[in-house]
């Protein structure tokens, strides 16, 4: 399934393209969320004079149809067969660009989402595995690493994110030279989590939550979850991504950025 949305009744041409790839399926917080940046996008498609498209086929991932767009955004997963990974791979080495939420760096081995891609994990992302996370869903305020980046520039020196299942990753982002860390969980933030498991609460650490990669144009951002109520089993959504002021501006300046072709290092 493809649904179009954005420029179509426009005379100017789309400023971009983008494509977003999503499961939707088995976690209702990931497809609460899917279903959120799908009405989301297509109003700041509108707002900013992009298009955005939406599929659950992932078999779409080669290059023909890939051709068609600038960015490629991964909402939940990620491609698992490797004619999908490879046309993935060479439409990033090809310049195109990428933003990827939550659950799309998530690897865990052994789980259904293996650690069994060593480019995306360890090489793009640089993330590596899944180590960790909060809960219950809740918010944080995030510390602004670089002001000057586009994709920061409106932002003050902290904001407050949505609540949001935070991840911990098994490499240093710290120590990769790739790697541009854009924000990070605040030591205001302490204790992160509510449990009822003790060791969901954060009480320390650092903890990068929106980075880039600079040999590409990407950029990952580790929110994406929303609070569900599974205790109550109405299963309603309790909490969104959208609709935090700050943090919306944080993503459409990222999507912009990425859509801009310009993306000299800084």
Known sequence: MLCHTGATARITPPKFKVIAFYTGKEDLAHISFVHEANQWFPAMAKKYHFTYDSTNNWDNLNDAFLSNYQVVVFLDTRPDKPEQRNAFQKYMENGGGWMGFHFSAFALTPSAYPQNWDWYHNTFLGSGAYGSNTWRPTSAFLKVEDKQHPVTRHLGALIKASPNEWYRWENDLRKNPDIKIL???????????????????????????????????????????????????????????????????LIIDALLWLGSGNHKKS
């Open 183 to 249: 924000l990070s969980i605040d030591s205001t933030s302490f204790p992160l989590g509510t449990g009822p498991k003790q060791y969901e609460i954060w009480h320390s650490g650092y903890y990068p939550v929106v980075w880039t990669n600079q040999r590409y144009k990407m950029l990952y951002l580790n929110m994406g979850h929303n609070d569900m109520d599974y205790e109550g089993k109405t299963n309603r959504t309790l909490s969104y991504t959208f609709g935090n002021k700050q943090q919306d501006q």
